[in-house]
């Protein structure tokens, strides 16, 4: 199992923009498909964005299509998502995951490993 910590959730404005990192630990991301979920107060955990286990393909929720955009570092071991345009429906805690599979899934259940998760607030 691969550990995983998040950092770079804050408070922004609307319309404003944040980079969330992901830095694993204990084994490479490069076995692992790769995504980022979002949990709103009272809503179930959903799908963000995600990467293929080569990083060949990528794959977006259509709430944050053309706003987020996800990347990763193999050198760092890291993955990380970029926000822009937030909007006051973003604001939820952020977790990056890993599966030990090759497509990403949107199914949460699908990862093993996830990280602690970070806080994003937008305001208008």
């Known amino acids: 199992q691969v550990q995983l910590v998040e950092s770079g959730g804050g408070l922004v404005q609307a319309g404003g923009s944040l980079k969330l990192s992901c830095v694993a630990s204990g084994r490479t991301l490069s076995n692992y498909a790769m995504g980022w979920f979002r949990q709103a107060p009272g809503k179930e955990r959903e799908f963000v964005a995600g990467m293929s286990w080569r990083g060949t393909n990528t794959y977006y929720a259509d709430s944050v299509k053309g706003r987020f955009t996800f990347s990763r570092d193999k050198a760092k071991n890291a993955m990380y998502l970029h926000m822009s345009s937030l909007k006051l429906e973003d604001t939820a805690v952020y977790y990056c995951?890993?599966?030990?599979?090759?497509?990403?899934?949107?199914?949460?259940?699908?990862?093993?490993?996830w990280g602690r998760g970070t806080q994003v607030t937008v305001s208008s």
């Open positions: 995951a890993a599966g030990f599979m090759a497509m990403v899934a949107v199914d949460s259940a699908e990862y093993d490993s």
